[in-house]
């Protein structure tokens, strides 16, 4: 069976996206952009700051609405869906990785982990063990009970990685995930980020400006002028 024939992870067909400036302007930051991910497949999306990287994974993952065009996850179009069901698609569908780890301060690395898969209302015991496996392919499984001020930067990195798959999402979107760490510690994370999209076959979205980074992926893609090209 072609595996193109199958729902992609994620898809954007002419997606468009337009904010008003200051002056009350419109700005344009996607233009008709087509995208399509599959399965297992890992796509670097790199440009200039301020070409749209952000919004585009934003728009990808039903965190804002696009201006046109649409976005389909596993085959869903995001855009059927009321505020409720698109909130229920990013838990259960999507996995989000940022430049900052946004974990909670007063709980454990494990409890940071889980708190996706409570969110959507699984036994917490599952959800304890789901999150106990998670820590140890990322190589925290001694610092589960710790908190996010007892890590490093990049251990809480590796908290964040293992959270984005604790509800085994069809896609992780993953922007500048390594944009605040040191270059040692930026190889680690992108090591254990590409170890776990293979282990679990989960597509990923990376905008990065790393260039090891991109390099890792199956393609490259530029955004450009509000659309993307092939690097």
Known sequence: MDERAAPAAVEACSLERTYRGVAGQPLR????????????????????????????????????RPTGGSVRIGGTDIAELDEQRAAALRNHRIGFVFQFHHLLSDFTAIENTMM????????????????????GQVGLADRCEHKP????GGEQQRVALARALVNRPLVVLADEPTGNLDAARSEEVQDVLFELRDRHRVALVVATHNH???????RVLGLIGGVLEDV
């Open 29 to 64: 930051i996607l233009k008709g952009l087509d995208l399509r991910v599959d399965p297992g497949e890992a796509v670097a999306i790199v440009g200039a700051s301020g070409s749209g990287k952000s919004t585009l994974l934003h728009l990808l993952g039903a965190l804002d």
């Open 116 to 135: 996706p898969a409570l969110i959507r209302g699984d036994d917490p015991g599952s959800a304890r063990a789901r999150a106990t496996e998670l820590l």
């Open 149 to 152: 001020q007892e890590l490093s």
């Open 212 to 218: 090891e980074m991109a390099s890792r992926a199956e």
